[in-house]
């Protein structure tokens, strides 16, 4: 997963695009980097800054003045990453180079699927790499592109690639955004006074006080002129547009405080929380106090949700904070003799005891992907020594891998999949009195009432929305 | 303010000291430092890592292991200072020397009021201070003691202190606590099966799985030996123990999941909502819906009282979240053109409109020092066009100067101060709709029922417990 | 100018570049970078490691061993640039890119003269490029070639080339060298008992305890197989070899314990020296005795064959070390307040005054180029208060730009061509009491008895081997 | 050993102490500081800076101006030590301190042999140590003095120590020379337009372009008061004065450029090869011509004595450059696999084999201590096949420990103490044809004609000039 921006129109345009990074930092905490352009003697030269580390780090002597990212035009990315290769320095967006046209840079995010096909019949005609990046794929695809007009070469360029794209493109006194026709990823765009912004969610337009003016359309290309900043030309580079928004957005991903897919995300997380409570109550005897508590910071929404439908249903409930979560906690920290003692979890949060001791307790969870750190924090709760504890999940069981951007692990790490989807065997596992999933049913219904079909269920249920080429792998080429 | 711990029994107890400086890293961000004391060949030897930045940050670099911090005891250390001296780097903890009986090294949170004093009577006798800090002037009172007995002199050098100091000190051999007669900062122990721990707060015993024991007393001195851990000598070294605990540890400081003063601190928290509702409710017309959020993280549980008790009062409201806070904005963060865009508090949070728009909003928060922060959020909130804005603080105003480590800015920048302690005047300036603080009868009734005595309440009605030096200087020795 | 290096061979290459890099190093200080190929089940793998600074300080934190720079064949690079442009870290070397045969990795040392020209009709057929180095050019025609196998892509590519070059290339299982058909740039290979060692100058051969073997041949493409390791593949490239080295690299550039252009370059710099002597000696009145001081260290063996010359001319002289140079002033090096006092060559020289005072001075220097080092360098030397002073110049007056890699200055900036040539106008300028450079025939004679028309003299004539693209900017693309 | 210097008068005083600094690197590497006094309204603050690392190192980041080091008054130190203690950034120079009569700086050069009992007994009364330099006993002594006025103070503790010591003390408005009685250390001041500077040696003042007064005699004090710069007043603390130069600073530790005990180290080290080719020549068959070669750099001049006084006693030789060393081969060099192979003295000196291949070559070298590098050195040499090796050393033997600051390893480790002082033994060992060192006297003869008992040679014949305590541990404190 990664967080993209990009700004057009006044001179600071690198520094909104920092601020916007900075909100976009849950979206990727390993990489981050602007790349500016500028208008010197009617000639447009890059500037760019990039590194290792969140957005606050690679940027904290001062490189956003001293490299002179002063230009009218800045795109910035910051990069979520599994993999340690040797590559991964290289890998740093944004990308740019020097084409038939003059200047290129992109930033991107998503995952093309077919990017390894393309690779090759590329690298057969000639073309060289210097990544394993598949956004370089874009770059080429555009560069040997037969048309001569930009606009069309990007066209061109898109039409080729399947699966999961949102790309904000600069090119000579240009920016462009471009999303695939299936709209998996968010990107919208806003305005201040004097400027364009476009980014992967709307609180990147909020930090830079900027008014939010609509989604850029799944198979839409959008192009932002600095003569006319507020008349960007629309381009539909696909003839049918079938939307299948990630549905991850909404129950993990996207910060509460976004609006995406013109919803806002915190409405949707309320509404999870209601849902699971009204279809997966949880009941005690005697209506004996159920303290509902969620797994901060990503479930607070949805635990609020949850526990104000208990009091409708009538069950006897509160809501508490039972999970203290430390945010010091960064990519630097090294737990020594983590092999000896168990201390992931405990590390990252800790349990209020006089709220979970003999209580009746439900935790709120979003999501379980591997089952490792849900298993970790239960045995952390019981140390509390609780009456019993209920474990509500706001999505379905994931079954399938994600080929659009989630970085979900291979099918055999799932625990839902690993216990053959059987909820006994999992909430065996996980040591639970109860365990509820949302059905896909019952989460389309929170996040769509007219247009279920507009979201990606894949993860849950395995379909698809496009050809999934056998060899694909996913985890060689990350974006 | 500043997180001490010590660690003394296992051989890892550098590492057990790093886990609970993390957990205690929210009483201060700014350097940290472990120092371990190990036996070899019967002489013992101190080893030490310290530096400028969090925990995570100064440990980064495995110096944990490189720098061979293996011993069976340690002692640790993280600081919040605002003085950017170019004295910070030698002021950080630990401290240690050599003297008579041997190494002495130390770690201290409070604030010695008579440390100038001293100070000047030591040096006159021909002391040198390499450090502008006033726990160097502990060390300086131990090594001239005129007893031979380490614990006798600790006993005489503590007996002339004034002020705040929970203190944990390592000699050769032994691990040593002491608290200074009123109590004004919490210092606990506990024990894991084969080390005992002390430290500023109980999560620190929590992340490293040990067993709360029991607080050190006002006027303690607690001596825990290597070769008989479990069984302290305990020492009053003050014969009259007047306690008077930091309310303010309470209110604000301390993480909810600790034990201090023998309270758990969510505990009293959920008791300050409660109180604010019952003494100062918000009543709109028809009883039109009201909206509590929390000014996030430290006030979080605060509003769920509030709300609780405001249902009960049968008012119509509910909890929401309607700020979202950024967690990856730390030390590092700059802010290019903050002179021109008033970013401040836009950086660090954000407004969920959709929960904040056209409702009646409580925002409910711990406390109001300069009013700068206060006022920027409530513009803030503005911009999601609320109905109206009720503002609640969980504690009374603030008026006077701490002297014991709470790190309050002088009298004229309190806004309470300044606007002359007069309410419309202050929610005037603050932009709200109305405003009520706790007075400090209702603060005491919520932190204790029969000694409400036993707490500092100098910040909010001038009583100070000690006499105060008028020549005392706050910031000129920082601890 | 840069530093370049390959080995093949045993598993421990990369440690043998790096030791060939740190003898390399006078050739380049500004960045180095050293790449290696390993072969895991049959697939070759890049790793690399690569940076600003000296080759101790790129590689200063074990990245030779954490970055796994393990695998039989290894090429590395040592860089110096004058330019600071916000491109210079994607320019540092090795480049490598993956293209239809696989892997391609290469390092450079030369000036592609028509690089320019190449890059636009590349471009023009659709390719992009990362960084403004010509090198890239040289990757993209061979992976544009029409020819399936990669000897024959080099062939073609190199074919294509003008300027100079010295070139490593890595591809999978091979190491490969190739040098312009000019030779203007040294490039020599040897051996130890398992691995084989391409590099710029022998030094980089001895720190290997390497035995020399020979020179690649101007125009010459040398193939060295991991599975026949002493018997490479030897293809001509050029049919026709018009030889013609740079004579600077015996002048100033390279190591004199190195052997290039199948010479011993101090036995040449002692040859200058006495040659200067011969036709250029400097006699004082009643023969008085001339102390012979060299500018270190670049001079040092030129000033001892002037002076045994001097001797067998019957002139009374010695030699002595008037000036002192510091070797810790380094590229980190900050010079406050350099505009108000001129400190530049204060800091890197102090003179010797018991050396200097009251004596004739003959100084020794290989060249002179701006001019501006010279001056104050003798303004220093006057502090002493010598009876006079006489600067001999190993080398003809520079007048001409270089095309091939010397990093000279703008024509405007030499000091000789500045003032029309005019020995007088020079010498007025130096303020020194005497001043001969050798003539192009004495520094010719000293180069190559048999075979003076191969070496290109043209910084001293304009007589330039290759055609000269008038829009050749140097500074544009830097290798 | 290390590098001191002191400035008064200009205000950017720590800037020319930083130029200085460089100057005097030679004299430490390790890690360096500067510290200055400015005057703020009637009151003096120090401001530092100082590091782990070469000065242009410690010192590249702007630190000269961002720590605000401008002040009239500022003393700065670069430190050579081979302990990779734990304490080592503790023990980094400046040191400084508050103490009665206000601030206390200094910087030290030598070793304080008494130190161990003067800090036992100071320990005993109460003192605490924060370092384990000796150092730090200085300013205790200051501290506890029974005198009021500063200098009283001074001569009082100065009076108490023995060993070697040239210090440079910052107080309040004053800057303060004083030096041992036996002057082991050089320490000379000098004057720029505006201001004063002390330093260890005179390089440091034509770094500054600064004239040299005069050396600061052994038991002087020199006082410099920032109202009357130039009429220091002098005080004798110690009744007589038994002077006893260090004789190695002109053999090896010095500067050539700079003047010592009043004399041009170069003219010594001429004077070394003279009488070592007079009384110890090289003579092989038919009179064939020797090779004079020198140990770069410090063994240069001594070379050029060496081979002129061969000619004058008609012996066939010429001098040439038969070493190269490199220069780039700084601290942070790793040099891996140096188990496997002997790589040590190749990654600093390269042979050059013209000059050495079928000759008589004699190398000539300062001193040989462990002789561990020369015979990796000799070894190189052999490579070349030259016809026979002579080794002459411009010292004697060293065979007992230095207790003034130079830092010899223990007895046990000395080649010559080890091969029990048996000529042809050490010649065996290092496998050389020939092998002389000069004898002490003629060293003596070569230093002062008159005053041969004003050197200390204690460690070419034992004879201390001080009382040695028995239980002296010269590795126990590092000044």
Redesign the interface.
């Known amino acids: 997963m990664c967080g993209i921006i990009g700004v057009i129109g006044s001179n600071?345009s690198a520094?909104q695009a920092?601020?916007g990074l900075?909100?976009l930092?849950?979206r990727g905490?390993e990489a981050s980097g602007i790349l500016t352009s500028k208008n010197i003697n009617n000639k447009y030269q890059f500037?760019?800054?990039k590194g290792i580390g969140?957005?606050?780090?690679v940027?904290?002597d001062?490189s956003?003045?001293t490299?002179?990212l002063f230009g009218n035009i800045s795109i910035g990315h910051t990069r979520y990453s599994t993999t340690g290769s040797?590559d991964s320095r290289k890998n740093i967006q944004p990308f740019?180079?020097?084409?038939?046209n003059g200047n290129?840079a992109v930033v991107h995010n998503g995952n093309i699927t077919n990017a390894s096909k393309i690779r090759e019949s590329l690298?057969?005609k000639?073309?060289?790499?210097?990544t394993s990046s598949d956004t370089e794929v874009i770059?080429?695809l555009i560069?040997?592109?037969k048309y001569e007009n930009q606009i069309d070469q990007l066209k061109d360029a898109l039409s080729k690639l399947e699966g999961a794209f949102s790309l904000i493109i600069l090119i000579d006194g240009k920016l462009i955004a471009a999303r695939d026709k299936y709209g998996f990823r968010p990107l919208s765009f806003g305005r201040t006074e004097d400027s364009i912004i476009i980014t992967s969610e709307t609180?990147a337009l909020?930090?830079n006080?900027a008014e939010f003016i609509r989604d850029v359309n799944p198979g839409e290309i959008l192009v932002f002129n600095e003569n006319d900043l507020f008349n960007p030309a629309s381009i539909n580079f696909e003839a049918e547009n079938k939307i299948k928004h990630c549905i991850f957005e909404f129950i993990y991903f996207s910060?509460?405080?976004s609006q995406i897919f013109n919803i806002?995300v915190?409405?949707i997380r309320r509404k999870l929380g209601k849902k699971l409570a009204e279809k997966h109550p949880v009941k005690v005897d005697n209506n004996e106090k159920l303290v509902v508590i969620s797994v901060p910071?990503s479930s607070?929404?949805i635990a609020?949700g949850f526990q104000?439908q208990l009091s409708k249903l009538g069950l006897n409930s509160?809501?508490?904070?039972g999970l203290?979560r430390?945010?010091?906690?960064?990519r630097?920290?090294?737990a020594?003799?983590q092999g000896k003692?168990e201390?992931g979890v405990?590390?990252k949060f800790?349990?209020?005891?006089?709220?979970l001791e003999n209580r009746h307790i439900v935790i709120i969870d979003d999501s379980i992907v591997r089952g490792t750190t849900s298993k970790q924090l239960i045995k952390l709760i019981k140390e509390a020594k609780p009456k019993s504890i209920h474990l509500r999940i706001a999505s379905p069981q994931i079954l399938y891998p994600c080929y659009y951007g989630m970085d979900f692990p291979s099918k055999e790490e799932l625990i839902a999949y690993k216990l053959k989807n059987n909820l006994d065997d999992i909430r065996n596992y996980l040591e639970v009195d109860s365990l509820e999933y949302l059905t896909v049913d019952e989460l389309l219904e929170c996040v769509s009432e007219n247009n279920p079909q507009n979201f990606c269920t894949a993860c849950f249920n395995g379909n698809y929305p496009t050809l999934i080429d056998n060899n694909f792998d996913k985890n060689k080429y990350d974006n």
């Open positions: 600071s520094v920092y601020y900075n909100a930092q849950h905490q500037s760019y800054h969140l957005v606050s780090e940027f904290n001062n956003l003045f490299n002179e040797s740019f180079v020097q084409y038939k290129l690298i057969k000639g073309a060289i790499f210097q770059l080429h560069a040997t592109s609180c909020d930090i006080s910060r509460p405080d806002n915190d409405k910071d607070n929404t609020i104000s509160k809501l508490d904070i203290i430390s945010h010091y906690i960064g630097t920290f090294i020594p003799e003692r201390l405990k590390i800790n349990i209020v005891k006089g709220v």
